[in-house]
Nanobody, 119 residues
Framework: QVQLVESGGGWVQPGGSLRLSCAAS????????MGWYRQAPGKQRELVANIISGGNTNYADSVKGRFTISRDSAKNTVNLQMNSLKPDDTAVYYC?????????????WGQGTLVTVSS
């Protein structure tokens, strides 16, 4: 069974930094795409950043220049370095991966990690 385990959330003051990590395990042959989404209270879940198998990255306009997504393919891990954090970045952050298993491709979500930006 494929599982995603996230870490790195917490509280930080505006202007601070946090690094989120997400590790996948459980019968994965390959990973087609990795990404981070977030959901703030009362809002819909939105894409923050993703990286596809070829290495191309995409970012939400609101985080461009402040967040960086990276991966460690050997460890099936995706990271999100978040700098210059703002109160508007407060949300639950979810890791998402499109993985290839024996039965085909599968979209998997992590449990979510809370990021709070406040003074």
């Amino acid at each position: 069974q494929v599982q995603l385990v996230e870490s790195g959330g917490g509280w930080v003051q505006p202007g601070g930094s946090l690094r989120l990590s997400c590790a996948a395990s459980g019968g994965i042959f390959s990973i087609r795409a990795m990404g981070w989404y977030r959901q703030a209270p009362g809002k819909q879940r939105e894409l923050v950043a993703n990286i596809i198998s070829g290495g191309n990255t995409n970012y939400a306009d609101s985080v461009k220049g402040r967040f960086t997504i990276s991966r460690d393919s050997a460890k099936n891990t995706v990271n999100l370095q978040m700098n210059s954090l703002k109160p508007d970045d407060t949300a639950v952050y979810y890791c998402n991966m499109m993985v290839l298993i024996t039965t085909g491709h599968l979209g998997v979500w992590g449990q979510g990690t809370l990021v709070t930006v406040s003074s």
